[in-house]
């Protein structure tokens, strides 16, 4: 059986998804956000938030304003009218101290591939990364564009507790976590930069379409950062403005 | 001067609630709120709140509190604690005037598990993010990003209505064994058929691994398809039932993860989330399919239900003015055998 994409999945009265595949993949996700960006245009009536993902979009909606299977197929129509590009997103670089105590499974990738950690370093950093999703936890960016070569199974054991900060990478995709939390991830780094910050203008530092780059950084660094950070300051540079 | 709530000793599971928080799943961020949404509007109501004030949710436990600075009307709703005001038994589902000096003790429910106390004018707390209710793993709302615990002191605000009598409303019904009413999907495909027939023919329980996020439920393992168990990360809503490789069912709550690589079977439907919150760790839990329909019918059903709640609360009676009243109405009744 062949599947149709972009389809209608329900998700009790309160939502559904537009799947547009299930796959990671650059285009498949930029059309997830051109939907989204269609929607917040568009504004339905009973529809109350959106939640993109990798390769669908979760649209909560009212039952008592609204049938959700209408606004479905409502909305499935636009998603097969053909979607517009969505505008490009903001480009920040993030400083990530690699390796040693801020991410101790640096040598085991590195060991896993065959290359040296600071080869592993290179092509983590050397990659310009799309934030594809937040989501799992407030804050919590999920980015494609991880070089391939670095992609490898998740570990058979997740630990039960990682740092906020922790800069990560699990399959083909790679994580920027906000807060700690249990993780099956390996860990290369950590950032000072807090991407869910409550009382800091902007709450949450990433957006779905940003794009980021990850910029190495001396441990002896990560004191004065982390301070900057707490106290407020972003730490992370934007680059396209 | 202003009322103080002082906590003497409470539950670890004890939160400050509100209707929760909106607009933040695409940042990964859930609702949280009650999670007995028409305890917490009954327990306002009662004293004369707007349904979705900040008050004071109980999980599986209670507490003992006082007030200073003058007195509070107070009322509970949900999981059937036992009450007393200094000492005397009272009732649920009734409001009661707790003064200065008092001291209000709630034990452990019996049956169910979430108990909501609300406090007439509400708790004054700061909002965050638009909302007070606590969401423990983001540390965002309640008291300091926290439950509450002894020795907290909670500012309330004056009550809207003052010197209003005391109300009753008819109980929120907590059942032990009931279906619990689900629409399949979104991923139902990736389970085999008897995989989907285990949901919908077993009875699980309630396993010791619940709380506010999400019910890990006890039974017969759901088989998955030849696809296996990971998806790649879609959104999730209150009441998914993603069943990870292990094959136990796990329903995702108000504080639960905004995205998930697990497929979900089905989706309990939004007015059955309180009757499967209410069930304590083993609890016996079935479900039956509906179709969406059905399900949007009991959501609009239960709004309904919910905001004629202020209407319905009648003013409490003792059983002297109850006898009197039914005498009035002309159906004679001797005080042997009106019955409390």
């Known amino acids: 059986m062949t599947l149709q994409y972009p389809r209608l999945l329900a998700c009790g009265d309160t939502a559904f998804t537009i799947e547009f595949g299930d796959t990671i993949d650059a285009e498949l ?92 370093i290179a092509r983590h950093a050397g990659g310009e990364y799309r934030v594809a999703m937040l989501g799992f936890l407030p804050g919590y960016a999920y980015l494609s564009g991880l070089d391939p070569a670095l992609a490898l199974p998740r570990r058979p054991t997740p630990r039960a507790l990682t740092p906020a900060g922790t800069i990560s990478i699990g399959g083909v995709q790679a994580l920027v976590a906000s807060i700690a939390a249990p993780s099956g991830w390996h860990l290369l780094g950590r950032t000072p930069v807090r991407i869910f910050m409550p009382g800091r203008e902007p709450t949450f530092l990433l957006q779905p379409g940003d794009a980021v780059r990850f910029e190495p950084t001396g441990a002896d660094r990560w004191a004065a950062l982390d301070r900057a950070a707490a106290a407020g300051d972003a730490v992370a540079e934007r680059v396209d403005a | 001067m202003s009322v103080t709530l002082v906590v003497l000793e409470c539950g670890a599971a004890t939160t400050v609630q509100d209707g929760g928080r909106r607009g933040y799943l695409r940042f990964g961020l859930s609702s949280s709120g009650p999670m007995d949404r028409l305890a917490h509007a ?48 009272i009732g649920h589902h009734r409001s009661v005037v707790l003064r200065e000096g008092a001291q209000l003790r709630i034990d452990r429910p019996r049956d169910g598990v979430f108990t909501t106390l609300a406090l007439a004018g509400g708790i004054v707390l700061p909002p965050s993010m638009g909302s007070v209710s606590l969401h423990r793993r983001a540390a965002l709302g309640g008291l300091n990003g926290r439950p509450l615990r002894e020795g907290d002191r909670l500012a309330l605000a004056p009550p809207p209505v003052s010197g209003e009598a005391d109300h009753m409303l008819d109980p929120v019904a907590i059942d032990r064994d009931q279906p619990i009413r689900v629409v399949l999907g979104p991923q139902e495909g990736r389970f085999t058929a008897s995989g989907i027939e285990t949901l919908l023919g077993s009875i699980f329980t309630v396993s010791t691994q619940a709380d506010r996020m999400g019910y890990q439920l006890d039974g017969p393992r759901i088989k998955h398809g030849k696809m296996g168990a990971d998806i790649v990360s879609d959104g999730t809503v209150a009441g998914s039932i993603q069943v990870p490789g292990s094959g136990r069912p796990i329903v995702l709550l108000a504080d639960r993860q905004t995205t998930g690589g697990y497929p979900k079977i089905a989706t309990v439907v939004s007015a059955d989330l309180r009757r499967l919150a209410q069930r304590q760790p083993g609890n016996p839990v079935r479900f039956a399919s ?15 239900e919910i905001a004629a709640l202020p209407a319905l609360r009648a003013p409490l009676l003792d059983a002297a003015d109850r006898l009197r009243l039914a005498n009035l109405a002309g159906n004679a009744v001797d005080a042997f055998s009106f019955e409390e």
């Not at chain 1, 959106?50 to 979009?57: A, D, I």
């Not at chain 1, 409502?74 to 009218?81: D, G, S």
């Not at chain 2, 306002?44 to 600075?69: K, T, W």
């Open chain 2, 42 to 89: 009954a327990a306002n109501a009662l004293v004369g709140n707007a349904i979705d004030a900040p008050a004071i949710e109980f999980g599986l436990s209670g507490g003992r509190f006082r007030v200073e600075g003058g007195s509070v009307r107070l009322a509970l709703a949900g999981a059937r604690c036992p009450i007393t005001l200094d000492g005397e038994q």
């Open chain 2, 290 to 304: 509906v179709p969406l329909e059905e399900a949007v019918r009991l959501a609009r059903e239960r709004a309904v």
């Open chain 1, 29 to 120: 996700n930029a059309t997830v956000l051109a939907l989204d960006a269609k929607l917040a245009e568009t504004q339905l009536p009973g529809l109350v938030e959106t939640v993109p993902t990798y390769r669908s979009l979760t649209v909560h909606c009212d039952p008592v304003a609204v049938d959700p299977a209408e606004l479905g197929r409502q909305v499935l129509a636009l998603a097969r009218a053909g979607l517009r590009p969505p505008k490009p997103g903001r480009s920040w670089r993030i400083p990530v101290v690699y390796g040693g105590e801020f991410g101790i499974d640096l040598s085991s990738v590195a060991q896993h591939h065959g290359l040296s950690p600071d080869e592993v």
